[in-house]
């Protein structure tokens, strides 16, 4: 029994041991990216390419992924802070982020990578969430010509997403002859294209009138895919029910791309704002003063037109 | 030694033990020298027994003797000391439990070892390769008819073999516990064991289930097995073995012949004291006042109309298994829902829980030590002191350790409990202290009204019996009056004032004890059942 | 005491042997938390073991260790409570929704304590008085718990000017001794661990629940209220949560709906943690804890040791089912 306990020491030991390597280098920058959302596709790319540029860099970059706790956001944004590192990027809201005091008090730079502005950080880098929204939602009444019964996906929990179904629907409450037949906040945990899914296809199944839902404005991408799987499951494919998405993520370019229901998304650049990130960290580290607390990076609207470009 | 490597790695049909048919009186296992101890403590010192062929040896002891050490040894499971054993003459090693088994040694254990989701012809095969198809298809009509045919042997026929255990009725299921060590004596392969080692085999046993047991036994006799039985039941020791032998402390005492033996004799070697009595006389006469009355009690499994306990006065309670003894205790503590019935307790009229129970100074022994009397996993003094907490403790809130400990101590000594101290686990005493712990619990309370006992000396040694049987008369002495369930017949007979008779789920009968008979009382508690079948008849 | 008198037999006394396996069993978790500190003070000299680090970490953990805590008294009634994350994300957004009704702290405070209470009051009658697994009861109250929470904030975060301040800088600020600062939430943690450990270990309450989880039917017969106490025990677990709800607003001056969600597995895998420091695997308030700091320091170390945030999830993983299988190997090899 106690051999087997010292081998099982012994490998926990190793295992340790070997992780250790990744700490090296103690000339170049160590920078911190801490995020609760690495598992969505957008703060992937971002992440990626924030990484991609430090790596040129010669940083080291530590990526810290909270799954969805923004408690131990803060616990980690606590222990880089006690660690030292020479900068600090965060991808969530800033105002759930008290611990920001402590980085500040530690003299340690804060950059938001599409997160929110406040006085802590150093600049915030993100896409214009409210014109984003408005593109996809005027494409809505444009397509529409103004008339018509639209279904809304939006998520208030997070602040960037909650400011795009703000603004949609005011541009729909704008129009007279636009009837919002329900706001939808679909279940995320499983990545939000199931739950939202199976809410369209009550919502399917409560207007079956052909003609009764003519779009599905979704303020990200996996609703509007969960919307489109379950107006094509319905065979309601042919009503000319429109859907629009923002992010345009991998799945929802393919989906434009084909020509069915799923017509338009926005695409934030998010590779764009990570290389971005890095290199306002670059010339902060520099010395440089950033008069800027928000650096906005443009968007493009994808329609069939321009997706089989991508 | 070959062919017991090949016997342990290969599977277990194949045994070597089938060549000779043992003539009556050769020795068939003998073991020499048998020690044990544990962390320095010896627990079997230079034992040493022969079983002959055709012959029942009984083993007798009270617990913590070494007989369980020395039936380990024997099983394999527990590594000697020191021991130098026989089979016919050879010498041979049991060093596991399949060398034991490949020996001819077959184990059938006190605590019923089944598993009660499976089938009863699972159990009887458990451990053994199912017939099937391919290897993974059981084929369970050959499996059931296989159950079917063990059990013929062993006379019973009343069990089907696809009812799954649970179902059973306790003696049924030490039945097919029973059973199961038969299992490998399966005609077809002509394998066939050499010496049968039960332990307390009749403890769940109703009087009926015993005699078919002992036939069984008998049977085993006459093909030229040895039995070695290990039991407290005095009766059945002297109905069933041929020869006695007692083990006190880790040591062989003495071996007996039955015929030339008396209990006063064995229960002398076992306690190492002479015992004027088994059953202490009653010092003190029945009170007048009424401290239990009850009427019309009823619960989904008894009925009872009416009966009441004097003070001092001790009232059996008697039946076959299943007639309700147990759910009458239950229904009266208010451990099974009462559906009506009116309980006065010193007249007044109390509806009891088990809570309100123990603070009216009703204390309850229940039948099942193990799932139903203790909490294993903690203490002695946790354990003897749970129902009295309230005023063992400081304001009925906090734990008062020394108050605890002193208690448990001195009542886990009135009941000659053996422990290291208090805060011994309970799951590392021996089954007859773990008793004499659930025992001691009744002692808490100092104003006891009522004690409701439940087979209140079931697989305790009889050192041990008598202490209880006179605490018991003491308790009744100070004023408590004292229902007790049983089915050691001596045991009712010698204790008690008045007998309560169930029969089917209810309260037929009431008899004084004074001229009562292990046989009228058997009677009566058959009696109903003879006479519902002529009933029925006559419809 | 007129117990009745008989020949006294003494009773055996044995000298219990030194037992490399007992010995294991019970502090094998110790020394393997005592590895990890002494690999991460090796391998971070400067800023591991520091005071201002382990009163960081002792932050970080409060509000684990308080629904830990207090997850512990349910099992060692042998339930458990999966609803206490989504009860802890309930009461941040009770709170946070009578702030922005201009209620002051302690209004909110208690609201919050009540409806704790009243959700382990739910869970407790469910299970000790209707019969429902406690697996399937809590599964159930958890969603609902994050349902209504998800319902009454309308799925927005709370945070801002509505949150008054002092609620807000109670999180952040602490006891000042000289030089070092011991935040409120740790002292509110540690009062919550004396207190339980008081209610475990030095109570009959406590006793009582230990003996429903060793044995819940002898207990009855032994005449423990089986029932209510069940109930009570999910009551505290309730209450920790909400406790543990209002801290956690506290800390992030703010109240999400989701964000006490992750607290219910951690806490049930300090208690198993803790569980494997006691002789007969019972949950054990002082082992919680030390599960707790297991999780905290690992979480910690890891992060400044620059490790993979998925990798330390392994890990993490990995070391909860190595301290389980060392301590039961060491059970079985008794």
Redesign the interface.
């Known amino acids: 029994m106690s051999r087997l306990f010292r081998l099982l020491l012994v490998m926990a030991l190793l295992v340790t041991g070997f992780a250790l390597p990744v700490s090296a280098q103690d000339d170049a920058p160590v920078v911190a990216v801490l995020t609760p959302y690495l598992a969505q596709p957008g703060t992937q790319f971002m992440v990626e390419a924030f990484q991609a540029a430090a790596e040129a860099k010669g940083w080291t970059v530590n990526v810290i992924d909270t799954a969805g706790d923004v408690a131990a956001l803060n616990s980690r944004l606590q222990d880089v802070v006690t660690q030292g590192v020479d900068a600090i990027v965060i991808n969530v809201d800033p105002q759930q982020v008290p611990a920001l005091a402590d980085a500040v008090a530690a003299g340690i730079p804060v950059f938001g990578m599409d997160a929110g502005s406040v006085p802590e950080l150093v600049v915030n880098v993100t896409s214009n969430g409210y014109a984003m929204a408005a593109e996809t939602a005027t494409y809505v009444v444009d397509r529409l010509n103004g008339v018509g019964r639209v279904v809304m996906f939006i998520f208030p929990p997070y602040p960037p997403v909650q400011k795009r179904g703000v603004i949609a629907e005011a541009i729909f409450n704008n129009t007279p002859d636009i009837e919002i037949i329900d706001q939808v906040v679909p279940d995320v945990t499983d990545g939000g294209i199931a739950d939202s899914r199976a809410r369209m296809e009550a919502i399917l199944a409560a207007n079956p009138e052909p003609g009764s839902i003519n779009a599905v404005w979704a303020a990200w991408d996996q609703p509007a895919l969960g919307a489109l799987q379950a107006i094509e499951a319905a065979g309601r494919q042919d009503e000319g029910i429109i859907i629009v998405g923002i992010d345009a993520n991998p799945q929802a370019v393919e989906a434009i791309a084909q020509g069915g229901n799923f017509e338009a998304s926005v695409a934030q650049d998010f590779e764009g704002i990570g290389s971005t990130t890095a290199d306002l960290v670059e010339r902060y580290l520099n010395g440089e003063t950033l008069t800027q607390t928000t650096v906005y990076v443009p968007t493009t609207l994808v329609t069939r037109e321009n997706a089989r470009v991508e | 030694m070959n062919s017991l490597s090949a016997v342990s790695s290969g599977p277990v049909y194949t045994t070597m033990t089938t060549a000779v048919d043992p003539s009556p009186g050769t020795v068939l296992l003998a073991v020499r020298h048998a020690s044990k101890s544990y962390n320095g403590v010896p627990a079997l010192t230079d034992a040493s027994l022969e079983l002959r062929a055709g012959e029942v040896h009984a083993l007798m002891g009270e617990n913590g003797a070494g007989k369980s050490t020395l039936i380990k040894l024997l099983a394999g499971v527990l590594a000697p000391d020191r021991i130098e054993v026989e089979i016919q003459g050879r010498p041979a090693t049991l060093h596991s439990p399949q060398a034991a088994y490949g020996h001819g040694l077959r184990f059938i254990h006190q605590e019923l070892n089944i598993v009660p989701q499976l089938s009863v012809a699972e159990n009887v095969f458990l451990g053994q390769r199912y017939p099937a198809w391919f290897g993974t298809l059981v084929r369970w009509r050959t499996l059931n008819r296989r159950a079917r045919d063990v059990l013929a042997m062993l006379g019973v026929h009343h069990i089907d073999p696809s009812e799954r255990m649970a179902r059973l009725s306790p003696g049924d299921q030490m039945l097919v516990s029973i059973a199961r060590a038969f299992a490998g004596d399966d005609s077809d392969n002509g394998s066939r064991a050499l010496v049968y080692v039960m332990d307390e085999p009749t403890a769940a046993l109703t009087g009926h289930e015993v005699d078919l047991l002992f036939e069984v036994i008998n049977g085993l006799k006459a093909r030229g097995s040895a039995v070695l039985y290990v039991s407290h039941r005095m009766e059945e020791i002297f109905r069933i073995s041929d020869r006695i032998t007692v083990m006190r402390d880790g040591r062989v005492v003495g071996t007996r012949h039955a015929a030339d033996t008396h209990p006063g004799e064995l229960i002398r070697l076992m306690t190492g004291r002479t015992l004027q009595q088994v059953y202490p006389p009653r010092q003190t006469p029945v009170g007048e006042r009424m401290r239990l009355t009850v009427r019309n009690l009823r619960s989904h499994a008894v009925r009872a109309d009416a009966f009441d306990l004097r003070e001092g006065e001790i009232v059996g309670v008697a039946g076959l298994n299943g007639s309700g003894r147990t759910e009458l205790l239950r229904a009266l503590v208010g451990a099974d829902r009462r559906l009506s019935g009116e309980i006065l307790l010193d007249g007044r009229r109390v509806s009891l829980t088990p809570a309100m129970a123990w603070r009216n100074g009703v204390a309850f022994v229940p039948e099942e030590r193990r799932s139903q009397g203790l909490v294993l996993s903690r203490s002695v003094a946790d354990n003897i002191t749970l129902p009295g907490l309230a005023w063992l403790s400081r304001g009925g809130m906090l734990i008062d350790r020394g108050l605890e400990r002193r208690t448990s101590r001195s009542l886990g000594d009135t009941v000659q409990l053996k422990m290291i101290g208090p805060d011994q686990t309970v799951r590392e005493l021996s089954g007859g202290n773990q008793q004499k712990a659930v025992f001691a619990r009744a002692l808490t309370r100092t104003t006891r009204v009522l004690l409701l006992l439940d087979e209140p000396t079931r697989g305790v040694d009889v050192g041990a019996k008598v202490d209880l049987y006179r605490l018991i008369r003491e308790l009744s002495g100070q004023g408590a009056a004292i229902l007790m369930v049983s089915s050691d017949l001596p045991e009712l007979i010698g204790m008690t004032d008045r007998i309560l008779i169930m029969r089917q789920g209810v309260l037929v009968d009431e008899v004084p004890t004074a001229g009562l008979t292990e046989e009228s009382l058997l009677s009566l508690c058959y009696g109903e059942t003879a006479h519902e079948r002529s009933t029925d008849g006559g419809r | 005491?007129?117990?009745?008198?008989?020949v006294?037999?003494r009773?055996?006394?044995?000298?219990?042997?030194f037992s490399?396996?007992r010995w294991?069993r019970t502090f094998?978790t110790l020394i393997?938390f005592l590895?990890i500190v002494a690999?991460f003070w090796q391998?971070?000299p400067t800023?591991f073991m520091?005071v201002?680090?382990w009163l960081?970490i002792t932050?970080?953990v409060s509000?684990l260790g308080v629904v830990a805590f207090t997850m512990t008294v349910v099992m060692v009634v042998g339930d458990f409570d999966l609803s206490v994350g989504t009860m802890a994300s309930l009461v941040g957004i009770i709170a946070g929704t009578l702030f922005q009704n201009e209620q002051p702290v302690a209004v909110a405070v208690v609201a919050g304590l009540l409806a704790g209470a009243l959700g382990g009051l739910i869970n407790g009658f469910l299970v000790s008085y209707v019969g429902i697994s406690a697996f399937v009861t809590t599964l159930g109250t958890m969603t609902i718990f994050g349902g209504l929470a998800?319902y009454i904030?309308?799925?927005?975060?709370i945070?801002?000017r509505v949150i008054p301040e002092a609620f807000?800088n109670f999180?952040?600020e602490g006891l000042v001794l000289g030089s070092i600062t011991i935040p409120n939430l740790t002292l509110l943690a540690l009062a919550v661990l004396v207190l339980t450990w008081f209610i475990l270990?030095?109570?009959?309450?406590?006793?009582?629940l230990?003996?429903i989880g060793?044995?819940r039917?002898?207990?009855?017969?032994?005449?423990?209220?089986v029932r209510f106490l069940r109930l009570l025990a999910f009551v505290v677990s309730g209450l920790g949560a909400a406790a543990a709800g209002l801290m956690?607003a506290s800390?992030?001056?703010?109240a999400?709906?989701?964000?006490?969600?992750?607290l219910m597995l951690n806490a049930i895998a300090a208690v198993f943690l803790g569980m494997t420091m006691s002789?007969?695997?019972?949950p054990h308030v002082l082992g919680t804890l030390v599960g707790v700091l297991i999780l905290g320091v690992l979480?910690?170390g890891l992060?400044?040791?620059?490790?993979?945030?998925?990798?330390q999830?392994i890990?993490t993983g990995?070391?909860i089912i190595?301290a389980v299988t060392?301590s039961s190997?060491?059970r079985r090899?008794q």
């Not at chain 3, 270990?201 to 009582?208: A, K, L, N």
């Open positions: 005491m007129s117990v009745p008198q008989t006294g037999v009773p055996a006394r044995k000298r219990r042997a490399v396996a294991l094998g393997g590895i690999i391998q971070r800023t520091t201002t680090n960081n932050q970080q509000i998800l904030s309308g799925g927005t975060t945070f801002g807000g999180g952040r270990e030095q109570t009959v309450f406590g006793r009582r230990y003996a060793g044995n039917e002898a207990s009855r017969l032994a005449g423990v209220r956690l800390r992030l001056a703010s999400n709906p989701k964000q006490g969600d992750g002789e007969e695997g019972e979480a910690n992060t400044q040791l620059n490790i993979d945030s998925y990798i999830q890990l990995g070391i190595l060392l190997l060491s090899g």
